[in-house]
């Protein structure tokens, strides 16, 4: 079984809404979300660390909320606001350090859910 799932993911309408929802059985304490476009670098979303400190790429910012559930061993990304710029497949992401999730190189990976903004 997978250590990281994504879900939430689907087609949306530009300025709607979709939560994403990441179940972290590895329980990590720093955790972030990534996105990749086809034909694109996967680049950073947003990040959040043991004492709910937050990190957010300038996009993401005043959009996106990312929060955990510890008891639940959950991560969230609420997104707020779509833009078509937004599609992408979003994947979750884990490690001891943020360092490490901030650079891209976290230890643990999701398997990505898609998000599908239309204008």
């Known amino acids: 079984q997978a250590q990281l799932v994504e879900s939430g993911g689907g087609s949306v309408k530009a300025g709607g809404s979709l939560t994403l929802s990441c179940e972290n059985k590895?329980?990590?304490?720093?955790m972030g979300w990534f996105r990749q476009a086809p034909g694109k670098e996967r680049e950073f979303v947003a990040a959040?660390?043991?004492?709910?400190?937050?990190s957010y790429a300038d996009s993401a910012k005043g959009r996106f909320t990312i929060s955990r559930d510890n008891a639940k061993d959950t991560l969230y990304l609420q997104m707020n606001a779509l833009k078509p710029e937004d599609t992408a497949m979003y994947y979750c992401?884990?490690?001891?350090?943020?360092?490490?999730?901030?650079?891209?190189?976290?230890?643990?990976w999701g398997q990505g859910t898609q998000v599908t903004v239309s204008s």
């Open positions: 992401a884990a490690d001891h350090w943020c360092e490490h999730v901030l650079a891209g190189r976290s230890n643990d």
């Open positions: 959040i660390d043991s004492k709910d400190g937050t």
């Open positions: 590895y329980r990590r304490d720093c």
